[in-house]
């Protein structure tokens, strides 16, 4: 569904009207003048959108173009704790499944395109507990270097990633990203 605005003396702009689809959706109600929403807390583990101080609402744009919201600390995710891995490749897995749901307005999940922009590889050290101990950078890109604070940044709004004591040491994992023109990116554990 769309919406059309006047845009001034440049003519007609066409924009999407998701707030009034997701709200016929949602079954809210019209507000009247004067009224404000009702706010609700967000539930832990839905995945709800959280504004932090100073959120204008408007989305940062990236270097380069495209949505950066989520790489500028703008919002944050709330995610469900997470499970005790069994393997280190249990780890691995969840890991790239919390990297995509704790920044969803900067990954895809796609097939990558053919010709990437980055591909910056992580090397990821937990504590037992699955917080991050250190992140270590195991490849720079030759081009697009910000895509290496954007994975590491991503990586810490994903964390924790579940209690790891009972694998064995060291409690680590690499994670290469995929990132497309629009500086978004894809774990290449979940390309596999």
Not at 80 to 103: G, H, I, T, W, Y
Not at 108 to 122: E, F, G, M, N, Q
């Amino acid at each position: 569904m769309h919406c059309v605005e006047a845009a001034g003396r440049r003519g007609w702009r066409v924009v999407a009207c998701g707030v009034v689809l997701v709200c016929s959706l949602a079954g809210c109600e019209s507000l009247r003048p004067g009224e404000s929403a009702p706010t609700q807390a967000p539930q832990p583990g839905t995945g709800t959108r959280v504004p932090t101080p100073g959120d204008t609402g408007k989305a940062p744009r990236a270097p380069g173009g495209g949505d950066a919201r989520g790489s500028k600390g703008d919002e944050r995710i709330v995610l469900a704790a997470p499970r005790k891995p069994r393997s280190l490749k249990d780890l691995r897995e969840q890991a790239a499944q919390r990297l995509v749901a704790a920044n969803p307005r900067i990954t895809y999940t796609s097939r990558p395109p053919d010709i990437l922009l980055a591909i910056p590889v992580l090397t990821v050290e937990l504590n037992a507990d699955g917080s991050v101990r250190r992140i270590e950078v195991m490849r720079h890109p030759r081009q697009a270097r910000d895509t290496v604070d954007i994975a590491i940044q991503a990586v810490r709004r994903a964390a924790p990633f579940g209690d790891v004591s009972g694998l064995p040491k060291p409690w680590k994992f690499n994670e290469t990203f995929l990132f497309n023109n629009q500086r978004h990116f894809k774990p290449m554990t979940l390309d596999r």
